[in-house]
């Protein structure tokens, strides 16, 4: 009966400890992230710093790096509604960058050809000054498609319906342009056409 009485207790006293064990909660620990949780204890890498859409760093979110805490904003409000590339005959500027993250360079090129008096698109996002910002850019192709999918896509960033202009050159006549009705629609068009114009920069 001692033997039964014993299994018994030691039965009841792992019981209890078990029943009395923490259960790990996972989640993000950075207080300084939207979704911060509290009661987490194991960070799971979910931290999310910004949303598209977001106001932020003098404009609005609309791609985020893999760090999860740089990326890419847009001015609230177009620069233009028909704007030129460039003037007929102008030189070609060699702004070639289509990926993320060389718009800044293409619009560089652009201003070092074309000079910074006249309108034109590249222009236009140079100098502009907007949210306590002066380092405004023309994005790039696929900086542009980014802003297209996260925003216009999900109704935010007040972007119209129609074509907008990319830094990125395809010729000497052509540049690209992203029509901002369907997604990932683009096409290279003579860069005398006028076009939308929304600036971008990075933080």
Not at 24 to 33: H, S
Not at 67 to 86: E, M, N, R
Not at 144 to 159: I, V, W
Not at 170 to 193: G, R
Request: charged share 15%; aromatic share 12%.
């Amino acid at each position: 009966m001692k033997k039964y009485f014993l299994c018994f207790l030691l039965i009841v006293a792992v019981g209890v400890f078990v029943s009395c064990k923490k259960v790990k909660v996972d989640g993000c620990m950075d207080a300084t992230a939207l979704n911060y949780n509290s009661t987490a204890d194991v960070d799971d890498n979910s931290c999310i710093y910004y949303a598209y859409g977001q106001n932020y760093a003098g404009g609005l979110v609309f791609y985020i790096d893999a760090s999860k805490k740089h990326g890419l904003v847009c001015a609230p409000i177009d620069q233009g509604a028909g704007v030129q590339f460039a003037y007929p005959y102008s030189p070609v500027a060699h702004a070639i960058g289509t990926e993320i993250g060389t718009g800044q360079a293409n619009t560089d090129s652009i201003i070092a050809v074309l000079g910074t008096t006249g309108v034109y698109a590249a222009q236009l996002c140079d100098a502009l000054v907007s949210g306590g910002y002066s380092d405004w850019y023309l994005p790039a192709l696929q900086e542009l498609l980014a802003m297209n999918t996260n925003l216009k896509m999900k109704n935010l960033g007040n972007l119209s319906t129609g074509n907008y202009w990319s830094s990125s050159e395809t010729n000497n006549d052509e540049a690209w342009v992203v029509y901002f009705s369907e997604a990932s629609s683009y096409l290279p068009i003579q860069k005398s056409n006028w076009c939308c114009v929304r600036a971008i920069r990075a933080f």
